[in-house]
């Protein structure tokens, strides 16, 4: 099966780990990846924040660069879901895009990924992979069946980290109120590592845990996934 | 035109009321503790309905046919309530609808009225209206009747005195009615209650407002929890209804659902206690003089708008105050209006409807877009849509700023992909500020991130360099 990465602009820049891993993990489950050069962002930023104009020539070019294949797969359910709910009101009509778990779980039907990640894990489900997207629980069911892996439920998963995208600078006392009772979830699990299927709130969850000293790690489920026990997972320094 | 009361005069904007409230460990506390409470009862009494979905969608449905036909439906209405011996009044703004109220309490020679709670009234500033006119309002609502005494603002459109603990409460009512009062719930209503009961007895005049008309018999319908809303309707002489031009339903069975959408979704009552429902007047059985004051206040403006015009098929229930992360923290007088939390986000500014007015311009961006507001909303109102198309709406508004140049300058970079990767190299060279992988300080505005947050440091290698070198 041929499948396209969009990387999205966050992940491609600050966090490519993810998008190796995603590229390793989809390869290992027997699909082609490709990765479309002339991919930039998704627009989302600029339309949440009020900037729709400038959204539109964003998504014709998500369009044009993806238009031929029949699958693209986003680590991010925020950036999918812009394509899939919003792009359709900016005068596009995007390609079939999905979050990676819902490409794993409802395309390419697995769960069990063939993953080993022998840590302590708590998930966190993201607003937008649950709202906007409705992928529910398949990224629970995924990571249950990763070998070696000690998952723990994180309370009140389903409360929003504050993020946001510019709201997180807007409103950044408020998002912080926010971030301040999802750090205090986390380290309720004790868990090792904190995982998400979005980089956006992984970057905020993640940048708040990592000014208090708190001993948690951010990490994209994509790289739990990837991990197996003959190339497993390292922490980049 | 006079300013529109639905906000506060003098009200700062949302972020700077968001500082002020965020500080307040007892609000934090009390609100942490209440919203928390009722969104678990709300989610366990919508879970038992097999056929929740569906009523949403009934209830969406009834409220768009409603705001399509609203100019006939209204016609219908007046003519059906008068009809039934009620006296109709229409008002195109605040200042209007209190102008005819006073009017008709000094026809009464009342100087003092009764009322049932109304966010209508309260959004108009009739109190205050009528105070300035010689005309004392007491509101019979316990809620309502503490932030009253408190001088205070109200912070939730269902519970208003939602910020307010009970030793506060205690103190309030100790200092105002004059009597020593435990800090038990059964105790403090039990002073409302006798405070108030003198006030039914002996007041002519009420003032309510509705929760829903029926265009085709002329009823209004009002719920609450107390019963002392029906007293007002029943025990005066005047009645006195002040209704937004919206809360309409063309028919009896169109109110079927959502006397089953409301309760479950505001209170998370399977059933509302008291439902009180009147058409017209009725000889010798309750209030002889019925006037029903249909208010526009920026309504007729909100409905030209084809997205934001959802906004007006709210029935008030506060699911999504009780739901949103940053209502939870920040308190419902941080939004400057009677209206708080998601609904007051998209209602207020477009009542308003200045986006050059600062304060409701900052109401639209006071969501992280996390969407909990529309997946419990009983009319399916899409509250994360409509708060980017206003967001829209502010940023045309305000023009040429730092940011509106900083985000043409980025999408002019995302447009090409040479562009966005000579951007992205440049940007990795933030690197070098980054100690131990991370970057603990940035200038303004970032500054605003890494306040409390670190950022990763950029890496060396962007995913695109690495694809080139190794797949490309």
């Known amino acids: ?237 | 035109m006079a300013r529109n009361p639905v906000t506060w005069l003098g009200s700062p904007t949302f972020p700077k009321a968001a500082h002020k409230a965020l500080a307040d460990t007892q609000l934090r506390q009390n609100l942490r503790k209440a919203t928390g409470t009722i969104r678990a009862r709300r989610a366990a009494a919508v879970a038992e309905m097999t056929d929740w979905e569906m009523l949403r969608v009934a209830g969406e449905q009834i409220k768009d046919d409603v705001l399509a036909r609203l100019d006939t439906l209204l016609v219908q209405l007046e003519e059906s309530v008068t009809a039934r011996g009620g006296v109709v009044h229409w008002a195109r703004d605040a200042e209007e609808a209190n102008r005819i109220v006073l009017d008709l309490c000094r026809a009464q020679n009342a100087a003092e009225v009764v009322k049932v709670k109304s966010m209508a009234t309260a959004e108009i500033g009739l109190n205050e209206a009528l105070e300035a006119g010689g005309v004392h309002a007491i509101e019979t609502d316990l809620a309502e009747l503490i932030v009253q005494l408190g001088d205070d603002r109200p912070s939730h459109i269902l519970v208003p005195a939602i910020h307010r603990n009970r030793s506060e409460i205690r103190e309030i009512f100790q200092r105002r009615m004059g009597v020593e009062v435990s800090d038990e719930p059964a105790d403090l209503a039990e002073a409302a209650r006798v405070y108030l009961r003198e006030k039914f007895l002996t007041t002519k005049v009420a003032i309510s407002g509705a929760n829903f008309a029926v265009a085709d018999t002329g009823s209004i319908v009002v719920l609450e929890s107390e019963g002392n809303g029906r007293m007002c309707l029943t025990l005066p002489e005047t009645l006195i209804t002040v209704m937004g031009i919206e809360k309409l339903v063309p028919t009896w069975q169109d109110l079927e659902v959502f006397l089953q959408l409301l309760p479950r979704s505001s209170t998370a009552e399977r059933m509302n206690p008291y439902t009180s429902v009147w058409t017209g007047v009725t000889p010798g059985d309750g209030p002889q003089q019925f006037h029903l004051v249909l208010i526009d206040n920026g309504r007729t403006q909100t409905l030209e708008d084809s997205i934001g015009r959802q906004a007006l098929r709210c029935i008030r229930c506060s699911a999504c105050l009780n739901v949103c992360p940053v209502y939870e923290r920040t308190g419902g007088q941080s939004y400057g209006s009677v209206y708080p939390g998601p609904i007051g986000a998209i209602l207020t500014p477009q009542l308003v409807g200045d986006m050059h007015d600062k304060q409701a311009a900052s109401l639209p961006f006071a969501s992280s877009l996390c969407g909990a507001c529309f997946e419990v909303c009983p009319v399916r109102i899409d509250i994360p849509s409509v708060l980017t198309h206003l967001r829209a709406e502010v940023v045309e508004a305000k023009g040429r700023t730092a940011e509106s140049v900083a985000m043409s300058a980025a999408a002019w970079i995302f447009a090409s992909a040479s562009r966005y990767e000579k951007a992205q190299k440049a940007g990795s060279l933030a690197r070098f500020l980054a100690k131990d992988g991370k970057i603990t300080s940035l200038p303004w505005p970032g500054s605003k991130w890494t306040s409390s947050r670190d950022v990763p440091a950029p890496p060396q290698e962007s995913f695109r360099t690495w694809w080139r070198k190794n797949r490309g």
């Not at chain 1, 993810?18 to 027997?30: K, M, S």
């Not at chain 1, 999918?80 to 792009?87: K, L, N, P």
């Open chain 1, 1 to 237: 099966m041929k499948v396209a990465l969009f990387a999205t602009c966050l992940t491609d820049t600050f966090f490519p780990s993810t998008a190796r891993a995603v590229v390793r993990l989809l390869e290992r489950l027997g699909c082609s990846v490709e990765f479309p050069l002339d991919q930039t962002c998704c627009g989302q930023m600029h339309f949440n924040t009020g900037y729709r104009e400038h959204a539109k020539p964003l998504a014709r070019k998500y369009t044009d660069v993806f238009q031929n294949y029949d699958y693209v797969v986003a680590p991010s359910g925020s950036c999918a879901g812009m394509v899939r709910e919003i792009h359709p009101t900016l005068g596009t009509s995007p390609p079939r895009t999905f979050e990676l778990a819902e490409f794993l779980v409802d395309v390419l039907g697995v769960t069990d990924v063939g993953a080993w990640f022998p840590h302590r894990v708590t998930y966190h489900p993201t607003c937008h992979s649950l709202r906007m997207l409705g992928v529910g629980d398949k990224p629970m069911a995924l990571l249950r069946a990763v070998k070696g892996l000690d998952l723990v439920e994180l309370p009140d998963s389903t409360h929003c980290c504050g993020f946001g995208g510019t709201f997180a600078v807007k409103n950044a006392e408020t998002s912080t109120a926010m971030l301040a009772d999802k750090m205090r979830c986390v380290l309720d699990t004790g868990a090792e590592v904190l995982s998400a299927g979005d980089n956006s709130c992984l970057m905020h969850i993640g940048g708040g845990l990592s000014r208090l000293r708190a001993g948690v790690r951010p990490v994209h489920l994509a790289e739990i996934l990837a991990s197996t026990e003959e190339d497993p997972w390292r922490a980049t320094p």
